[in-house]
Structures are given as C-alpha cells and as structure tokens.
C-alpha cells in the first residue's frame, strides 16, 4: 500500500501564503489521481483540490483562485500553494491518491496518513 505524506503547514496571518507537499512511497503520481483534503474541528474531511493522472486540475469553490495544485514527477511531489489565506482556512491538511479519480473525489480511503496543520490568524 502507498504511504503518503503531507508538510509544509504552519501558522500565518490572514493573506499569508504557505506552500504543502505530499510524497509518496513509490513514485505514483503520473498514473493516481491526487487529491488535497482538509479538516477543521468540528467539521468533515473536504476535498480542497485534485489533479488528475494526466494533470487536469479542480478545486472547491472556496479555494478557486487562492489555490494552485501542482507536481513534480522527477521529484515523486504534489504541491498546493495557498496564497491569500483566510481564518477559515485552519485546518488540517491530508494527501491522497488513487488510479480512479471518482475515489479521489468521493474522498474514501482505507487509510490517511499523518497530515499537516495550517492555521491562519485573523
């Protein structure tokens, strides 16, 4: 089973940026759709952006425009910058990937891996 890893989270004031990366065990993302998901207290997992195995990119309406999703197959890496960062942006902040980008999106996974946390102050 591919193990992922998301870092790069951090505390920032409202309109900082912050940069999150996700590396898997096996190089995979030429061939997995992947996903960036997020978590606040109190609230369900969401999926906040995904980029196809052909690289096709889709984000939540929240994010559009704030958030890019990208990566680097050389270095096996997903990243999402997040510019211009709202409060309602703290959470924490998941990777995953699969073949089937319907299981990216419906966001069902056997199992996450540690995540990264992003808080932003008002």
């Known amino acids: 089973q591919v193990q992922f890893v998301a870092s790069g989270g951090g505390l920032v004031h409202t309109g900082g940026s912050l940069r999150l990366s996700c590396t898997a065990s096996?190089?995979?993302?030429?061939?997995?759709?992947t996903g960036w998901y997020r978590q606040a207290p109190g609230k369900q997992r969401e999926l906040v952006a995904v980029?196809?195995?052909?690289?096709?990119?889709n984000y939540v309406d929240s994010v559009k425009g704030r958030f890019t999703i990208s990566r680097d197959l050389a270095k096996n890496m997903v990243y999402l910058q997040m510019n211009n960062l709202k409060p309602e942006d703290t959470a924490v902040y998941y990777c995953?990937?699969?073949?089937?980008?319907?299981?990216?999106?419906?966001?069902?996974?056997?199992?996450w891996g540690q995540g990264t946390q992003v808080t932003v102050s008002a």
């Open positions: 096996r190089s995979i993302f030429s061939i997995y759709a």
């Open positions: 995953n990937a699969d073949p089937s980008s319907s299981t990216v999106i419906a966001g069902i996974f056997p199992s």
């Open positions: 980029i196809t195995s052909i690289g096709s990119t």
